[in-house]
């Protein structure tokens, strides 16, 4: 009975680790909070190195916001095979941002985008 017990507790726990934050709107709304509340440790998990680097030093010029919630709204999704596009908006800004993700070893992670490079939103 024990072994039971203890295979399924395993199974729920691989099967709930490999559902959460896989799709790109979610990795985006944990960015955006992220950014804007100063949480550097989930913001490192959730972007490539490069992207870390860029909104590490934009981080820096922003004022934390306190206690507010973001209201993150899902304005549009596309995604072409491993790089998604996500234009949403916040509370903490009155312009929509556009994050692009690319997919790294089955996972999105938000990634800076070239100045040239054009979102198909």
């Not at 729920?12 to 804007?36: K, M, Q, W």
Request: proline share 5%.
């Amino acid at each position: 009975m024990k072994k039971i017990t203890v295979y399924s507790l395993v199974v729920l726990f691989i099967s709930c680790a490999g559902t959460t934050n896989s799709d790109p709107a979610s990795v985006a709304e944990i960015v955006a909070e992220s950014f804007y509340q100063g949480k550097e440790a989930t913001l490192k998990k959730h972007t490539t190195p490069e992207g870390f680097s860029t909104f590490s030093n934009l981080q820096k010029m922003f004022a934390k916001p306190k206690g507010s919630e973001s209201n993150f709204k899902l304005i549009d999704e596309v995604t072409e095979g491993d790089v998604a596009w996500v234009k949403y908006s916040t509370s903490y800004d009155k312009t929509p941002g556009i994050f692009k993700l690319v997919k790294q070893d089955g996972v999105w992670k938000v990634t800076v985008r070239d100045p040239k490079e054009k979102a198909p939103l």
